[in-house]
Each structure stands twice: as C-alpha cells, then as structure tokens.
C-alpha cells in the first residue's frame, strides 16, 4: 500500500513540471512574438527601401533597384557639376504616405538605410513605423524641438538599439577605430538639398547628459561644445567641425548603465544633389 508521504511526493513532482512547462509556454510565446515584430519591421523597412530608394549610379541594385541590397564605395557619384548622393529617394511617395516625412539616412554596407520623420513629440515614433502604424522598432525621428529641415546647429535624430542589429543598434561599433575607419560618413538625403554626414566624434553618455543641448544656431557656446564632443570621442578624425557647418547627433540607447546612450556627431557637408538627383550644371537648361 502506497503510503501518504509517496503520494505527496508525486503530486509535487508533477506541479512543478507543470510549473515549468508553464514558464517555458510563456517563454516561447514571448521570444516568438518579439521575433514576428522584428520580422514585421524588417518588412516594413526593407519594402520602404525596395519601393522608394535606387542606386544612384544604376549599378548593383537589386530587382526592384533598391539601394539595400546594392553596394557602392560609400564615396558618391561623381557629377561633371560635383559630389552626389550615392542613392535616390523618391520623396514625392514617401511623402505621400506620411507627410511628417523629413529625410532619408544611409550608411554603405550597414543596417543604416531608413526614413527619417519629424513628429510634434518625441514619443509617437518610439513605437510607430515611417508610416504611422504600430511597430516595435519605431521609426529614426528627429528631436521635436529642432527644425524639420536640418537647418539648427545641431540636428538631433533618435533610433531604438534593437537587438536584431536594425535601426540604430550598429552606433556602437563605431567606437572601434578600424570600424570608424572602414565607415567615416553617411549620407542624409532630403528633398531640397543632400549632405553627406562627415563623423567626427562618437561616445556613450547618459539621457540627461548636455550632449543632448540644442544650439539653433552657431555661436561661442556651441563651438566650445563641439570640442568637449571632440575630446570625448571613442576614434580619432581628422575632420574638424568647421565654423558655422550645421551638425547632426545620431542617438541610441547602450546598456553600459542605466540610462545609457551612445552617439555620433557628424558635420553636413552639402553636395551637390537633391533627393539623389543632380542639380543642373550651371547655366544647363
């Protein structure tokens, strides 16, 4: 006859095996949902791509000539008039879209090749896609207290560190020198005037921290807080902010401490393209 003790005995082994099947259906229904949204935001993105962008040069574009899944030198076009954009971005569909709509950003052989909005605060596009529907990976977004077209001092643009790589999560690997070295600029692409973005400083620092100051325009002050920028940086440049060059922070979380972030700085230097297309030569037709 089996005793009460033994009976207990196998009453707790099941519950706990129940237990933690129960925590291992949970974990699978968790993991699995977190890895359909990036799925869904991965299409989301790579079909923006697809739809709106092309290779500039009209080589190494893909079948729907998107500039994802291309390759070029990360360098530009060379023009008989100068420097272009190395991609095109149809901004009149974008637009169309979402008129909140502001740029394009593109980094050659990175994760980074995404829209860029501007909302009227800084938490709609924490969990909105480009286009204004409900996505975990967000959208890149420019800081609400700056202008919509670039023209501050200091242009701050925001994107999640998603842990699949996508959106802004590669920042980070640009506090390695040779990484830095390998890809020293990038591209914003807008529907007046194209820049490419000359990095020049890179550093993890706190949410709350001054790097986050807005300067509307060039001034004293802000000179002196692109050399605190500078002396902080993870790699060294060459390149030097120049007097009166607008810049951009591009900013992401980190995971060094609470509240971490990492960023970059770059200068916007103008070239000589709209959208990726050409200015005319002058005196053209």
Same mark, same amino acid.
């Given at each position: 006859m089996e005793c009460v003790g033994g009976r207990m005995g196998k009453w707790m082994r099941r519950a706990v095996m129940l237990a933690l099947l129960a925590v291992f259906l949970v974990s699978a229904v968790t993991?699995?949902?977190?890895?359909? +949204?990036? *799925?869904?935001?991965?299409?989301?993105?790579?079909?923006?791509?697809?739809? *709106?962008?092309?290779?500039?040069?009209?080589?190494?574009?893909?079948?729907?000539?998107?500039?994802?899944?291309?390759?070029?030198?990360?360098?530009?076009?060379?023009? @008989?008039?100068?420097?272009?954009?190395?991609?095109?971005?149809?901004?009149?569909?974008?637009?169309?879209?979402?008129? &909140?709509?502001?740029?394009?950003? *593109?980094? +050659? &052989?990175?994760?980074?090749? *995404? @829209?860029?909005?501007?909302?009227?605060?800084?938490d709609f596009y924490l969990d909105h896609g480009y286009e204004g529907t409900e996505s975990s990976s967000g959208a890149i977004f420019i800081e609400a207290g700056n202008r919509p077209d670039f023209q501050d001092a200091n242009t701050i643009i925001y994107g999640h560190h998603m842990k699949n790589g996508s959106m802004f999560a590669s920042l980070e690997k640009w506090a390695d020198q040779e990484y830095y070295g390998q890809h020293p600029h990038m591209w914003l692409l807008t529907p007046g005037q194209d820049y490419k973005i000359v990095l020049f400083s890179g550093y993890t620092t706190g949410a709350e921290s001054e790097t986050y100051t807005i300067f509307s325009d060039s001034c004293r002050e802000f000179d002196e807080y692109l050399e605190v920028c500078v002396s902080r940086s993870d790699f060294r440049s060459e390149a030097v902010p120049e007097g009166g060059a607008k810049c951009v922070l591009l900013s992401t979380c980190s995971y060094v401490f609470e509240d971490a972030r990492y960023v970059l700085h770059g200068m916007l230097v103008p070239v000589d393209s709209a959208g990726g297309v050409p200015f005319p030569a002058a005196g053209g037709q």
């Open positions: 993991v699995g949902k977190i890895l359909y +949204e990036y *799925y869904v935001s991965g299409r989301l993105y790579d079909n923006a791509a697809a739809q *709106y962008t092309a290779l500039a040069s009209g080589e190494g574009a893909g079948e729907n000539g998107d500039a994802k899944t291309g390759k070029t030198d990360g360098g530009g076009v060379e023009q @008989p008039g100068g420097e272009t954009a190395p991609v095109k971005v149809d901004f009149s569909g974008l637009q169309a879209v979402n008129s &909140d709509i502001a740029g394009w950003i *593109y980094c +050659e &052989d990175t994760s980074i090749n *995404y @829209p860029v909005v501007k909302g009227e605060d800084n």
